[in-house]
């Protein structure tokens, strides 16, 4: 699957929003990514996830365990891991507290797991997913995304791999561009959501 055509999936199905959003990370940016718009059509994110599973065996071969960090990665997590022919698992925070491995999951001895994130914006979730794998026998291998905003900046701790890598500026509160500024801000995103 190219770019474009990845991008096409978004723009379908009204995921590729223009605006001004202040994302989960505290950023602002005008473009936001509304991947559960993809995640709710299943023959999309079917289509997404393939995609994605071959890129991650033609680059790291065969791997037995995806994980996901809760709540936005669990669904392409499980679908990818579906193509890979590998066991989905996801790693959850405690109330205030770091990502962690719960519900019996693990990484045993001789496994080798990638962690698969929806989108990647500054790689801090996939950081903390990753450090809550690091006492874990198994091997995390890299990692993957439908789409790095990040213009491949977002640095993981592991080989970042994805369909789309775009660079969609984001922005400190304190230094939006003055169109940007001129707009009404809104906050999409499921981390937002859970604070209302």
Do not use: N, W
């Not at 509304?34 to 995609?51: G, W």
């Not at 392409?76 to 022919?85: C, I, S, V």
């Not at 999951?105 to 903390?128: C, H, M, N, Q, Y």
């Amino acid at each position: 699957m190219s770019p474009d055509e990845v991008l096409a999936e978004f723009r379908e199905a009204g995921a590729l929003l223009e605006g001004h959003f202040i994302l989960s990370s505290g950023l602002h940016s005008g473009t936001f990514l509304q991947k559960m718009a993809i995640f709710s059509e299943p023959p999309r994110t079917e289509r997404l996830c393939r995609a994605l599973a071959a890129v991650i065996a033609a680059r790291f071969g065969p791997v037995d365990i995806v994980v996901s960090p809760a709540v936005g990665g669990i669904v392409p997590g499980y679908e990818t891991a579906r193509h890979l022919g590998a066991r989905a698992i996801f790693v959850e925070r405690d109330p205030g507290g770091p990502f962690t491995l719960r519900r019996g999951f693990a990484i045993p001895a001789g496994a080798r797991a990638v962690i698969v994130e929806d989108i990647v914006t500054t790689g801090l979730s996939a950081r903390e997913c990753l450090a809550a794998l690091r006492a874990e026998p198994g091997a995390v291998v890299g990692a993957a995304c439908l789409i790095d905003r990040s213009g491949g900046r977002g640095e993981i701790g592991v080989p970042l791999l994805s369909l789309v890598t775009l660079d969609i500026p984001a922005y400190p509160a304190d230094a939006l561009p003055p169109d940007l500024a001129a707009l009404p801000a809104v906050k999409p995103g499921s981390r937002a959501a859970a604070k209302t």
